[in-house]
C-alpha cells in the first residue's frame, strides 16, 4: 500500500493563504482609517456633538458675562439701556446670581461706602440689580423659573412666574428674554461665557 499524496492542490491552497492574508491586511488598513477618520473628527468638531447631547442646564451651568440688553415696553418701543456691566452664574445644585451694575457709576467722593451724598446714593439704587435664589429648567419650553429669595430690588423677592426663556446658547454665548420685568418691559439679554 503506497501512501502517495496528491501534490496538485498545493500551489491552489499557497495561493489562498496569500490572497487571506492580503485581506486581512486590507481590512485591518481600512478599520485603522476608518478610526483615523472618527478621531479627526472628534478633534475638529469637539463641541457640536457634545453640545446636542447634554441638557440646556447642563450647557448653563457655569458663569456668564453681561454683553448687552434691549429693553421693549409693551406698546413695542424701545427702553433705553444704561451702560452696564455684570455677570450671572448657574450651579449644577440649581442655585443661580445675577448682577448688573452701572459702568459709568459714580464714585463717592467721601470715599466712605456708607456715607454716600444723596445724588451719588441714588445713582447706585438706580444702577444696580442684583438677585440670587434657586432655579430650575423646563428643557421642552426652553425656560429657566426662577425663586428670587434676595435681591437689591425687595420687589422681586418671591415674586411669582419669575422665567427667562433661552433663545439660544452655545459654548460661548448665551440669549434670554426675560418676558415680563417688575417695569412691565421685556429684556433682551445677551451674555459671553467667562473664560
Same mark, same amino acid.
Given at each position: 500500500?503506497?501512501?502517495?499524496?496528491?501534490?496538485?492542490?498545493?500551489?491552489?491552497?499557497?495561493?489562498?493563504?496569500?490572497?487571506?492574508?492580503?485581506?486581512?491586511?486590507?481590512?485591518?488598513?481600512?478599520?485603522?482609517?476608518?478610526?483615523?477618520?472618527?478621531?479627526?473628527?472628534?478633534?475638529?468638531?469637539?463641541?457640536?456633538?457634545?453640545?446636542?447631547?447634554?441638557?440646556?442646564?447642563?450647557?448653563?451651568?457655569?458663569?456668564?458675562?453681561?454683553?448687552?440688553?434691549?429693553?421693549?415696553?409693551?406698546?413695542?418701543?424701545? +427702553?433705553?439701556? #444704561?451702560?452696564?456691566?455684570?455677570? %450671572? &452664574?448657574?450651579? *449644577? =445644585?440649581?442655585?443661580?446670581? @445675577?448682577?448688573?451694575? $452701572?459702568?459709568?457709576?459714580?464714585?463717592?467722593?467721601?470715599?466712605?461706602?456708607?456715607?454716600?451724598?444723596?445724588?451719588?446714593?441714588?445713582?447706585?439704587?438706580?444702577?444696580?440689580?442684583?438677585?440670587?435664589?434657586?432655579?430650575?429648567?423646563?428643557?421642552?419650553?426652553?425656560?429657566?423659573?426662577?425663586?428670587?429669595?434676595?435681591?437689591?430690588?425687595?420687589?422681586? +423677592?418671591?415674586? #411669582?412666574?419669575?422665567?427667562?426663556? %433661552? &433663545?439660544?446658547? *452655545? =459654548?460661548?454665548?448665551?440669549? @434670554?428674554?426675560?418676558? $415680563?420685568?417688575?417695569?412691565?418691559?421685556?429684556?433682551?439679554?445677551?451674555?459671553?461665557?467667562?473664560?
Amino acid at each position: 500500500m503506497s501512501h502517495d499524496v496528491d501534490v496538485s492542490f498545493w500551489p491552489v491552497a499557497a495561493s489562498f493563504e496569500i490572497a487571506n492574508r492580503r485581506n486581512c491586511l486590507m481590512n485591518r488598513r481600512r478599520a485603522l482609517g476608518i478610526c483615523a477618520t472618527g478621531l479627526i473628527s472628534i478633534l475638529i468638531f469637539p463641541h457640536n456633538g457634545v453640545a446636542q447631547a447634554s441638557s440646556l442646564k447642563d450647557q448653563l451651568v457655569g458663569t456668564w458675562i453681561y454683553v448687552s440688553s434691549a429693553g421693549t415696553r409693551e406698546d413695542g418701543s424701545a +427702553v433705553e439701556r #444704561p451702560k452696564l456691566q455684570g455677570a %450671572v &452664574t448657574y450651579t *449644577t =445644585d440649581g442655585r443661580f446670581h @445675577f448682577i448688573t451694575v $452701572r459702568s459709568d457709576a459714580p464714585k463717592y467722593a467721601s470715599g466712605d461706602s456708607a456715607r454716600p451724598s444723596p445724588e451719588e446714593a441714588m445713582a447706585i439704587a438706580s444702577g444696580v440689580v442684583a438677585y440670587t435664589g434657586t432655579y430650575t429648567v423646563d428643557e421642552g419650553t426652553r425656560t429657566i423659573h426662577v425663586n428670587i429669595e434676595t435681591s437689591s430690588y425687595p420687589n422681586l +423677592v418671591g415674586a #411669582p412666574n419669575q422665567r427667562r426663556i %433661552v &433663545t439660544s446658547i *452655545t =459654548d460661548d454665548e448665551l440669549k @434670554f428674554t426675560n418676558p $415680563r420685568t417688575p417695569a412691565g418691559m421685556t429684556l433682551e439679554l445677551v451674555f459671553k461665557r467667562a473664560k
